[in-house]
T-cell receptor, first 114, second 109 residues
């Protein structure tokens, strides 16, 4: 049973480009969470999704950021018109349960904006 | 003041020492997680607790709900235990994880 798979592991973008980060949850998990870890800072919640639904996006910036978890395929975190401040590690976690379920984290995607 | 506070922020130990990392929180929780992150690496979930104590190998985690405090203990520490240990609580009010800033542990041979 493969763990949570994130790709790419490392992504370099120039300012103004788009970044797409993908997360495939563990088999049987229908709850996906995205977290951002800025350099020298702790992890912060961004968004919580279930299949085809955004449950809570209160941690996500209102502009340029979007997330989806389609019926088929991985969850995608999309950042449009990236700026240097978007440089961070983005972690995905999945859970079989929505409440107090054990979380399984991916290896993270490290975005560098030049 | 952060809702989740960890201490110490940095810890250096000699191989074989007993290590304790503390976590205090100020919100109502449904569960507490201890996570491990190696430099540049992914995050591994070590424990999820809602009461009492759990043990896995050389790692022990305890939680006192009344005092809003948890500890992570490492017995017979080893250099491969060197990592950042992160405490995170599942807020009952928001059902979201709130993370501490982590404790950087370095175990020297």
């Amino acid at each position: 049973n493969a763990g949570v798979m994130q790709n790419p592991r490392h992504l370099v973008r120039r300012r103004g480009q788009e970044a797409r980060l993908r997360c495939s949850p563990m088999k049987g998990h229908s709850h996906v969470y995205w977290y951002r870890q800025l350099p020298e800072e702790g992890l912060k919640f961004m968004v919580y999704l279930q299949k085809e639904n955004i449950i809570d996006e209160s941690g996500m910036p209102k502009e340029r950021f979007s997330a989806e978890f389609p019926k088929e395929g991985p969850s995608i975190l999309r950042i449009q018109q990236v700026v240097r401040g978007d440089s961070a590690a983005y972690f995905c976690a999945s859970s079989p349960l929505s409440d107090t379920g054990e979380l399984f984290f991916g290896e993270g995607s490290r975005l560098t904006v030049l | 003041k952060n809702e989740v506070e960890q201490s110490p922020q940095n810890l250096t130990a000699q191989e074989g020492e007993f290590i304790t990392i503390n976590c205090s929180y100020s919100v109502g929780i449904s569960a507490l997680h201890w996570l491990q992150q190696h430099p540049g690496g992914g995050i591994v979930s070590l424990f999820m607790l809602s009461s009492g104590k759990k043990k896995h190998g050389r790692l022990i985690a305890t939680i006192n709900i009344q005092e809003k405090h948890s500890s992570l203990h490492i017995t017979a520490s080893h250099p491969r235990d060197s990592a950042v240990y992160i405490c995170a609580v599942n807020s009952r009010a928001t059902n979201k994880l709130i993370f501490g800033t982590g404790t950087l542990l370095a175990v020297q041979p």
